[in-house]
Nanobody, 121 residues
Framework: EVQLVESGGGSVQAGGSLRLSCTAS????????MAWYRQGPGNECELVSI???????YYADSVQGRFTISQNNAKNTVYLQMNSLKPEDTAVYYC???????????????WGQGTQVTVSS
């Protein structure tokens, strides 16, 4: 069974940066997309970014220009570089394989355990 392990969350001040990592075991990225989702306090769990098997990417409007998704196929790892962080980016961030659309669908595909990102003003 595929397992996704996330790392890189933490606490940072507004304007700071963090890089999240998601490493997949027993899977290669050749055939499927990988996605990052987040769920902030009182909010729905929503799509942040997705990277397709062909390398094309998508970003939610709220993070466009600040976040960058990338992957290292040799390491079976997907990254989310988060720059210019804002307090509203505070959330639990999940990686998913494959993406499940605009909102989280935990009953489908594979999901990481989640990593907390806290941005203080």
């Amino acid at each position: 069974e595929v397992q996704l392990v996330e790392s890189g969350g933490g606490s940072v001040q507004a304007g700071g940066s963090l890089r999240l990592s998601c490493t997949a075991s027993r899977f290669t990225f050749d055939d499927d997309d990988m996605a990052w989702y987040r769920q902030g306090p009182g909010n729905e769990c929503e799509l942040v970014s997705i990277i397709e098997a062909d390398g094309s990417t998508y970003y939610a409007d709220s993070v466009q220009g600040r976040f960058t998704i990338s992957q290292n196929n040799a390491k079976n790892t997907v990254y989310l570089q988060m720059n210019s962080l804002k307090p509203e980016d505070t959330a639990v961030y999940y990686c998913a394989l494959p993406g499940t659309g605009k909102f989280c669908a935990f009953e489908r595909g594979y999901w990481g355990q989640g990593t907390q990102v806290t941005v203080s003003s």
